[in-house]
């Protein structure tokens, strides 16, 4: 999986009740293709075993600053490391690497490493909302190192609910992903994707919509927070769980999406239009549920034309934003996807047969063709969405202007 396969990860875990979570990291990690060197502190290993790593990454866990007579451990861990990630970080451990320590393997690896750090903390709601633990932590920030703030909820027995929990892996995979990828030309970038379908209401109960579920956009949105860009994602009603990052801002009809997407674009340099927004709507929306009569054996409702996102996005786009749509289609693929590209202005345009086995709704692969105006049009076997999403994230990062220092 991008981008862990064939990448060493250290994997620090020191003494939380936390800890338990980083035995799950260590598995996904390795699924996705890391090498993964866990370091336990002493601590660490009154809450869980080193067998119970090794057994999951299929390589030795290392413990002692000296070990049988090896005196460089860190210096070995460090420099082959392409990551290093600390969950749960304690408090002592916080303040022991803000301070510069390295009383133990993991502090000094920290002190060696030239590799990204993300540091995972844990601990009581209480010490969390030290000013000693902020001051540690404002200075980890300051040395470069990524801090992923913990989870609000359930503590420890007995100490009720508050900030200080460890996130879930699959939050931290999120964050170690963007660590590793995240200094590409998209870093820093504000990237706007839409995704989901919309709803226009046909009375207080019904609505008209259509079979989007919204992974696709919710796939480029996670791209591009993982290489790095500030991310909005603005998203209507969806099947699938929002990414861990993008800045997430939900909306119902097609209108709302209109008004969203304006209001985020004049500042954006990058917007992708993933959505599938109604394009009709009744013309007025009945105050009570329509009833169903005997003898009814058809019921008109007289539909009207939502609004054009992307042609009205014309006015207020920057000069210098890429903006990329997509094309739908039941048939005449290429003709139509071009069609939408010269009218609505459009660097890229996405297209895709509903039609074709594992592309469109509610699909987790997708087949697209990609149109630019210049008249190129690149084909792409069937592949996972979130392939298809780095594939045209690597389209638009060609076409971005240098950023301006």
């Given amino acids: 999986m991008r981008p862990f396969d064939g990448r060493t990860v250290v994997l620090g875990v020191t003494g939380g009740i936390a800890a338990y979570k980083a035995v799950m990291l260590a598995r996904l990690l390795t699924q996705a293709g890391a090498h993964v060197d866990v370091v336990l502190t002493r601590s660490a290993k009154e809450f869980v075993g080193a067998v119970t790593f090794e057994a999951l990454t299929g390589r030795p866990v290392h413990e002692a600053l000296v070990a049988q007579g090896h005196a460089l451990d860190h210096i070995r861990l460090a420099k082959r490391a392409d990551l290093v990630i600390v969950a749960p970080a304690t408090a002592d451990f916080l303040a022991r690497a803000a301070q510069g320590h390295a009383d133990d393997l993991l502090t000094a690896v920290l002190l060696a490493t030239a590799a990204p750090v993300v540091i995972a903390p844990a601990m009581n709601d209480r010490m969390w909302a030290h000013p000693q633990v902020g001051h540690n932590v404002g200075r980890l920030r300051a040395f470069g190192d990524s801090l992923v703030e913990p989870d609000v909820g359930p503590l420890a027995q007995g100490e009720g609910s508050g900030p200080g929990r460890l996130p879930e892996p699959e939050t931290l995979i999120a964050h170690a992903a963007r660590a590793l990828e995240g200094l590409t030309s998209l870093a820093g970038r504000h990237v706007v994707v839409t995704a989901g379908p919309t709803r226009e209401s046909l009375d207080p109960v019904r609505f008209l919509t259509n079979h989007s579920t919204g992974r696709m956009g919710v796939a480029i949105a996670a791209a591009a927070w993982q290489r790095g860009a500030d991310v909005t994602l603005i998203h209507g009603p969806l099947e699938v ?165």
């Fill in 241 to 405: 769980p929002l990414p861990v990052g993008p800045v997430a801002h939900a909306v119902t009809s097609t209108a709302d999406m209109h008004d969203a997407v304006l209001a985020a674009l004049p500042i954006a340099d990058v917007l992708v239009m993933a959505a599938a927004p109604a394009d009709f709507a009744p013309v007025s929306v009945a105050s009570e549920k329509l009833s169903k009569r005997a003898g009814d054996a058809v019921h008109t409702v007289a539909l009207t034309t939502t609004s054009d996102i992307l042609r009205d996005t014309r006015a207020v786009r920057p000069a210098h934003a890429v903006i990329v749509g997509f094309a739908l289609e039941t048939g005449g693929l290429d003709a139509k996807a071009t069609a939408k590209l010269s009218e609505k202005g459009l660097d890229l345009i996405v297209g895709n047969d509903a039609t074709v086995p594992g592309a469109g709704f509610g699909t987790d692969t997708n087949v697209v063709t990609i149109y630019d105006r210049e008249g190129g049009r690149e084909a792409l076997p069937l592949a996972a969405k979130s392939d298809v999403a780095h594939h045209l994230l690597d389209r638009i990062d060609a076409r971005l202007a240098p950023a301006v220092a």
